[in-house]
């Protein structure tokens, strides 16, 4: 008969990645509307997922991804969607009355 | 802990810091980029007429700043309870650049109160729109 116990096994610790990802998420989801938001929140994503990808844990790359996308996007928001809705809202405003 | 990640880490906030820092100092001082940057237009609302989730989240911040708690919630009810939540993670930021035992990946929490973020933050989105949560948006 084997004498075999049971060795308790602790779950992987995966706080960092999830972070990361979630924070990556609401970054894309974030970047039509508040674009400065969405920039912090990349950067949150970015470094809580190098982070934890180091510790390889879940959901870090995905975090990284996101977090590079909602940058990215963010960035273009704020310095793009400005200055087109400057020069655009008021033209489509004069254009659509009737 | 010195890995090459928390160092990456450390410039990149440092780095963001100062960004920060230099963006803050340029809007204050020159009229003309206020004028180019507003931060008070939210490209959502101005193109769909719908609130988002962040609409009336600086007056939020503004009536809070002068006491007004009410008028708070009512500008932004998302803005005033995540403050917390944005304090902790300012605190940990500084902590993992000045905090040399603080180590980021002993941090836990439990993953059901993170999924809940994103969630909250559609169900506000969706809900501030609706007429009978009128309530929720912005006077």
Redesign the interface.
């Known amino acids: 008969m084997s004498d075999t116990k049971p060795v308790a096994v602790e779950a992987q ?4 990645g ?2 990361s990802l ?1 924070a990556g ?2 970054g894309v ?2 970047f ?6 969405s920039v912090v929140l990349g ?2 994503a ?3 997922g ?6 390889k ?1 879940q959901y870090a790359l995905a975090g990284i991804i996101l977090g590079a996308i909602s940058i990215v996007l963010g960035i273009i ?2 310095i793009v ?3 087109i ?2 020069e655009l ?1 008021p033209v489509l405003e004069r254009e659509l009355r009737f | 802990m010195n ?4 160092i ?2 450390e410039r ?2 440092l780095a ?1 810091a100062l960004v920060m820092i230099v963006v803050v100092y340029f809007y204050v001082t020159t009229p003309g980029l206020r004028d ?4 008070h ?6 193109a769909t007429g719908l609130l ?4 009336g ?1 600086t007056r939020a911040i503004g009536h809070l700043l002068n006491g007004h708690l009410q008028l708070a919630l009512k500008s932004n009810a998302l803005a005033v309870f995540s403050l917390p939540l944005i304090f902790y ?1 300012t605190l940990s930021a500084f902590r ?1 650049v000045f905090d040399r035992s603080f180590n ?6 439990n ?1 059901f109160w ?2 809940i ?2 969630v909250v ?2 169900i506000f989105w969706i809900t501030r729109n609706l007429s009978y949560f009128s309530f929720l948006s912005p006077i």
């Not at chain 1, 190098?50 to 510790?55: D, E, P, T, V």
């Not at chain 2, 890995?3 to 928390?6: E, G, L």
């Not at chain 2, 180019?36 to 931060?39: A, D, K, T």
């Open positions: 610790n995966n706080t960092l999830i972070i979630v998420i609401i989801i974030l039509v509307c508040c674009s400065y938001i950067i949150v970015l470094i809580c190098i982070l934890g990808y180091q510790q844990q928001f704020v969607g400005q200055v809705f400057r809202v | 890995s090459p990640a928390r990456w880490a990149t906030l963001f180019l940057i507003r931060p237009h939210c490209l959502f609302f101005q988002c989730p962040a609409c989240g993670g993992l980021p990946s002993d941090i836990r929490i993953p993170l999924w973020i994103p933050i559609v």
